[in-house]
């Protein structure tokens, strides 16, 4: 932080990853203290901004150090389904809601037909079989 930015910036940064009291220390994880910076790539004014949490300026802007098509430096994000031309994502329940609710008034038509339907067996034929009178 103080190598990149200044010693001013890093006076004012909130160090928050800062090792526990007894806390064991493994991996990539060392003593010294820590801030977030974030690199924000600012499109319409084609500038990568760094800013930290604690710090009131920002701490550098800059052109783009990397010439990529499209300006970022990822790939949009993979959605099922978006809205055209942006990356608001649409469930994809709104495509076939109409469907469900037709199909939902057939289910109870039918389950109302079926409660209202009533077999009465009527009389008995001379050769054992029942007439079923609807």
């Not at 076939?96 to 067996?121: F, G, P």
């Amino acid at each position: 932080m103080r190598e990149r930015f200044g010693s001013k910036a890093a006076a004012s940064a909130n160090y928050s990853t800062r090792p526990g009291e007894g806390e064991i220390l493994t991996g990539a994880t060392d003593h010294r203290e820590k801030c977030g910076v974030w690199e924000i790539w600012h499109r319409p004014s084609k500038s990568v901004v760094w800013v930290a949490e604690g710090v009131q300026h920002v701490l550098e802007k800059a052109e783009p150090h990397m010439k990529l098509e499209g300006f970022f430096p990822c790939p949009e994000p993979a959605y099922a389904t978006v809205q055209r031309r942006t990356l608001i994502p649409v469930p994809d329940l709104a495509y076939y809601k109409d469907q469900l609710e037709e199909i939902n008034e057939l289910t109870s038509r039918i389950h109302a037909l079926s409660k209202a339907l009533v077999v009465n067996v009527s009389r008995q034929r001379p050769w054992h079989r029942f007439e079923v009178v609807i």
